[in-house]
């Protein structure tokens, strides 16, 4: 695991908002002075089945259109962890309390990071959104991720699923 993004923006009090731009040592635009972290839920089902919980993000959002995470910017001195679970109860009506971290992959591209939290669910409930920043949720089979015939998915998450795929 790699260690929490410095913040590429002036720093503000414990808990600052992380929204706002920010560029790696890449020469990136990312979204998150802070870094940012989302929210990946599975389930498997009885036949063995892998589940992955999508967001459909609203056209006006970056990348809008396409398929994700949950997720977003994390606020000064919030752990990946928080900000993916407090990303996603910003963004659905998912409840995030009961889960438990399974795994994690971060996407470090130096000085800016984006941390992918594991969290595995007993039942592949129907998720409701709650804001703007969703057209809708839904499950797909992870085994259509990535392929012609699932869905289009948001160019960093297209980057980070083969990594994240097997955890």
């Known amino acids: 695991m790699t260690a929490a993004p410095q913040p590429l923006g002036s720093s503000g009090p414990l808990g600052s908002s992380g929204d706002g731009w920010a560029f790696c040592s890449q020469g990136h635009?990312?979204?998150g002075i802070y870094g940012a972290a989302g929210l990946l839920v599975r389930h498997r089902t009885t036949d063995g089945t892998d589940l992955v919980l999508l967001q459909h993000r609203a056209l006006w959002s970056h990348h809008g259109g396409t398929w994700g995470i949950p997720g977003g910017a994390r606020h000064l001195g919030e752990s990946a962890g928080e900000a993916a679970r407090r990303?996603?109860?910003?963004?659905?009506?998912?409840?995030?309390?009961?889960?438990s971290e399974i795994d994690c992959?971060?996407?470090?591209?130096g000085g800016w990071s984006y941390t992918t939290i594991v969290v595995y669910v007993d039942?592949?409930?129907?998720?409701?959104?709650?804001?703007?920043?969703?057209?809708?949720?839904?499950?797909?089979?992870?085994?259509s991720l990535g392929?012609?015939?699932g869905p289009v998915l948001h160019p960093?998450?297209?980057?980070?699923?083969?990594?994240?795929?097997?955890?």
């Not at 990303?87 to 889960?99: G, I, K, Q, V």
């Not at 992959?105 to 591209?109: A, K, L, N, P």
């Not at 960093?156 to 994240?164: E, L, N, Q, R, S």
């Open 87 to 99: 990303e996603a109860a910003e963004e659905s009506e998912l409840e995030t309390a009961p889960m």
């Open 156 to 167: 960093g998450f297209a980057d980070t699923w083969p990594h994240v795929s097997t955890l």
């Open 105 to 109: 992959y971060v996407d470090d591209h």
């Open 147 to 149: 392929t012609a015939d």
């Open 123 to 143: 039942e592949a409930l129907p998720v409701a959104i709650r804001g703007g920043e969703s057209v809708e949720f839904e499950w797909f089979p992870a085994a």
């Open 29 to 31: 635009k990312h979204w």
